[in-house]
Structure formats: C-alpha cells, structure tokens
C-alpha cells in the first residue's frame, strides 16, 4: 500500500482467520474485539499526539465466516470524536464512538 492510499472500508471475514478456532465451536462468529481492532486500524489518524480510544460500542448481530463488512466514518463533536458503523449488507452489525485521548 503507498502512502497515499487509504485502507479499505470494506473486508471479506477469511473463513479460516485465527479468531474461530474456540469461538464458538460449531458456530464460528468473529469476535467482538476483532471487530473493534479493524475500526480502530480504519479510523484513520487521530488529532496529531493522541489515540484512538472505544468510547462506546454496541454489538448488535453476529458475524460469521466468509461475511463482507462495510465501515462507515462520521465526524461526532468538535473534540475529533469519529462515530462508526459496520454493516454486513444492509444489516447494521456494530457500531460505536472512537474518542481522541491523550497517548
């Protein structure tokens, strides 16, 4: 990826991605955390020396093996705050607040 190329909004969860072996068995969903790390990675740089912190996030549908997710970014507040949503087609299946905090 050069750096001028931003990360994609959209991934394919890879049927065999580590986070499924014990999660659960017989019934593989991708583990909330997982779900969180890739927001954090997509959110893009918070304001110059601080983190992205989770501020809020609402898990609100499994996600199983082999599903494309979609994230969506919105500006929340004069802080930098950043609002995220993640569907699997048009089925919204988390969704949370990043807030800028110090590192």
């Known amino acids: 990826m050069s750096a001028m190329s ?24 991708v583990p909330g955390v997982v779900l969180l790390d890739r927001s954090l990675r997509l959110a893009g740089p918070p304001p110059t020396g601080l983190r992205w912190a989770i501020a809020q ?8 093996p082999g599903e494309t997710l979609r994230w969506s970014f919105d500006a929340a507040g004069a802080a930098g705050a950043r609002r995220f949503a993640i569907h699997s087609g048009a089925a919204l299946v988390a969704s949370g607040l990043l807030q800028p905090e110090a590192a």
């Open 6 to 29: 931003a990360p994609p909004l959209e991934w394919r969860v890879p049927p065999a991605h580590p986070a499924f072996a014990g999660h659960f068995p017989g019934r593989p969903i």
């Open 57 to 64: 996030a609402k898990f609100l549908r499994p996600v199983g």
